[in-house]
């Protein structure tokens, strides 16, 4: 999908369920979320998994910003799984947000909370102050065009602590993927790391504020010590 522009009205999404799941949707055919009802907290698309790869270098993350919160996959995986770890939501829809007990995203509390707004205006308020940032905000034209800039990779850099990771899902098929990855090296200072799905229909790319990915071709594949094997067991087909 291309980049889309800002939209004043946001589009309604809604649900389509089956006896096995509950998926988000903004239109027939593209699934933006999918929860299995009997397993509310795998991360049921793959892309999804392959984001979470970002804990093989930093598996006790302190905290982590989100922004897109669609279905609340990558949101609730991260509550459950890492207690330690403050989880803060950005979620320009207030139509998705509205969907939230749906799909059992978790109650705001001292450690987690889904915020309203403009996620590339809202990182921006933040200096050196996460460990991760998880990019997955797409509206029914695709990507916003707020969420490609060098602006904003500049203001996720900025946010990120001294070996913080920036993780961005893009679609394969995005025309501008390659103009959206010279952005991110050339302010991570080739820092990064692509990966892509079986189904090659996304592209996951890791950026680095350290230099923990320069020179690398790809992500670890052990399990790091401070994981569980609870999580790993989770996340480790993929990776």
Partial sequence: MPESTSNPYPVRPFIHATTTSRSLLFSHGEIQSRMWTRDPYALNLEYTRIM?????????PRRIAMIGLGGGSLAKFCHRYLPSARIDVFEINPHVIALRDSFLVPRDDERFAVLQGDGAELIRRYRD?????????????????QLT??????????ALSG???MVCNFHALNFNYRRYLGRIKQRFAGSVVEVSDTSLAHRIVFACKGDL????????ARKPEAMSAAMWSRIAPEL
């Fill in 213 to 220: 990915l320069k020179r690398s071709a790809g992500l670890p």
């Fill in 149 to 158: 800039s060098e602006a904003f990779y500049e203001g996720c850099f900025d």
């Fill in 52 to 60: 979470m790869g970002f804990l093989l270098l930093n598996p006790e």
């Fill in 129 to 145: 102050e996460f460990d991760a940032v998880l990019v997955d905000g797409y509206d029914i034209n695709g990507i916003p065009a």
């Fill in 163 to 165: 070996n913080g990771l």
